[in-house]
């Protein structure tokens, strides 16, 4: 059977913010609904209200003709709502199996849970999702991609009859994109109600069936993906044509001097980057999830030890945070050049 759930008039406040104000709109099943707005929408707060983790000041949740008002996360699960937050709710320190059956751990009669039933019901899940993933990681090793599908593997294994999805591809590779939008294509030809909640426009055309609106807590407008286009989108999310923002930007046609001088980095993760950075420029770094966008950066900083290469900072060669000669296998500890501070890491 078909889901639906209607908002209706939800308003929430906080101390010198109207979160939202007055909401109404409805979602069919079947279809996905995409709820868009700027940061400071109201989007994850109206996700909140529906997951029993915030309650509305007015308003009431209609799902199915069935007012509700959930107390408590746990209600709302239990009555088949699934939120899957940007912010991952998993526990690292168990494994992939663990933390899908978190609340529903197959067990004997006397209490310990059963490991082989354990694994292979969740081998049945990944193999749905077709990953490469062992029930038996431990989640804190595996990448934030992996992460992510774990986090929505876990919603899944619920067979909810709501499911929202918060920002769900920010960490995701192109190839577990397209694994998402296959499962939730087959969620809704089992009629299950989707909201969908993501700044990339172009996932918005690809999966959703209609769009809703929100700009500084306030409904904006509701309409369906197919008459809509991406200028008008963003007009209606920020309350002005986009081209005022950025018609007077323009590129450097020429740069200044260099400021940054990075020479063949390298540590655990980062292998010979090199490249030059002038005044006046905006350098961009692009990649997939795990290209080590961010492990650069980091290294950079000093946040992160590096092996070898050189850094130089307006002309001066910088102090560089490096690993320590001795054996890579024990503690890492060391400490920094030049600097009367010690460097503690954790062993690989």
């Known amino acids: 059977m078909e889901q639906y759930i209607e908002f209706n008039g939800i308003s929430k406040a906080f101390p010198g913010v109207q979160a939202l104000n007055d909401v109404s709109f409805r979602v069919d099943g079947g279809k996905v609904s995409a709820l868009l707005g700027e940061n400071g929408a109201g989007k994850s707060t109206l996700l909140k209200i529906l997951s ?3 309650k509305p000041d007015k308003g009431s949740i209609v799902i199915n003709g069935a007012e509700k008002n959930y107390a408590a996360p746990h209600e709302a699960i ?65 990448s934030v991609a992996y992460q992510q599908m774990v986090e929505i593997m876990k919603a899944y294994r619920r067979n909810p009859d709501i499911i929202c999805f918060d920002e769900p591809t920010a960490s995701l590779t192109d190839t577990e994109i397209n694994i998402l939008f296959r499962i939730i294509t087959e969620l809704k030809k089992k009629g299950k109600g989707i909201i969908y909640v993501s700044h990339r426009l172009a996932e918005i055309f690809r999966i959703a069936d209609d769009i809703v609106i929100l700009k500084d807590g306030s409904l904006v407008k509701t309409l369906m993906t197919a008459e809509a286009t991406e200028q008008e989108l963003i007009s209606l999310m920020v309350g002005r044509d986009i081209g005022d923002t950025y018609e007077n930007l323009k590129r450097n046609d020429t740069v200044g001097e260099v400021v940054l001088k990075v020479n063949n980095l390298r540590n655990r993760t980062v292998r010979d980057v090199s490249f030059e950075l002038s005044r006046g420029e905006v350098l961009g770094f692009a990649g997939l999830v795990g290209a080590g966008r961010t492990e650069v950066m980091r290294a950079i900083f000093g946040a992160d030890p590096i092996e070898s ?20 296998t024990a503690s890492r500890c060391a400490p920094r050049t030049g600097k009367s501070r010690v460097l503690c890491c954790h062993a690989p």
């Open 52 to 54: 029993g983790n915030l």
């Open 78 to 142: 239990k009555d088949g709502i699934s939120v899957i937050y940007q912010e991952r709710q998993l526990v690292p320190l168990l494994s992939v199996a663990e933390n899908i059956f978190i609340e529903d751990l197959p067990r004997t009669r006397f209490g310990h849970v059963k490991r082989t039933e354990l694994k292979r019901k969740t081998q049945q899940i990944i193999d749905e999702f077709a990953l490469p993933i062992d029930p038996g990681s431990i989640v804190g090793s595996l």
């Open 309 to 328: 290469g050189e850094i130089y900072l307006k002309g001066r060669k910088s102090a560089l945070n490096l690993l320590p000669t001795q054996s890579r």
